[in-house]
C-alpha cells in the first residue's frame, strides 16, 4: 500500500493550489482517504477526509467553503483543491489511508489512518 503525495509549492494569500494523492496497491473503494497538515510547532491535524463509497466528506472548520477533496476513480487519485489560501494554511500536507470500517469516530480521526505519504510542502506567503 503506498500514497504518493505532489502539488504544493509557493503560493501568495488568496492564491490556489491543487495536491494531488496517487495511490497504489488499494482500492479507494474500501479506504477512507483524508488530507492532513502539521505546521511548525503545531499538533497534525485533519483537513478533509473522504468516504468514496458512501460519498461523506469531512472538513475543517478553518477550511470549510475554501478546500474540495475529490476523487479520479479512473486514475485512483485524490485531489484537494485549496482557493482562497491564507498564511495560517502553510504547513507540510500528508496524505492518509485506512480500510474501511464502521466507526464512531470522526472520519478525520488522526488515529484512524495508517498509511501515510512523505508530505508535501504548502507555503502561502508574499
Known amino acids: 500500500l503506498q500514497v504518493l503525495e505532489s502539488g504544493g509549492g509557493l503560493v501568495q494569500p488568496g492564491g490556489s493550489l491543487r495536491l494531488s494523492c496517487a495511490v497504489s496497491g488499494f482500492d479507494l473503494d474500501y479506504y477512507f482517504i483524508g488530507w492532513f497538515r502539521q505546521a511548525p510547532g503545531k499538533e497534525r491535524e485533519g483537513v478533509s477526509c473522504?468516504?468514496?463509497?458512501?460519498?461523506?466528506?469531512y472538513y475543517a472548520d478553518s477550511v470549510k467553503g475554501r478546500f474540495t477533496i475529490s476523487r479520479d476513480g479512473t486514475k485512483n487519485t485524490v485531489f484537494l483543491q485549496m482557493n482562497s489560501l491564507k498564511s495560517e494554511d502553510t504547513a507540510v500536507y500528508y496524505c492518509?489511508?485506512?480500510?474501511?470500517?464502521?466507526?464512531?469516530?470522526?472520519?478525520?480521526?488522526?488515529?484512524?489512518?495508517?498509511?501515510w505519504g512523505q508530505g508535501t510542502q504548502v507555503t502561502v506567503s508574499y
Open positions: 492518509a489511508a485506512t480500510v474501511r470500517s464502521r466507526t464512531r469516530r470522526s472520519l478525520c480521526d488522526i488515529e484512524l489512518y495508517n498509511t
Open positions: 473522504f468516504d468514496s463509497s458512501a460519498g461523506s466528506r
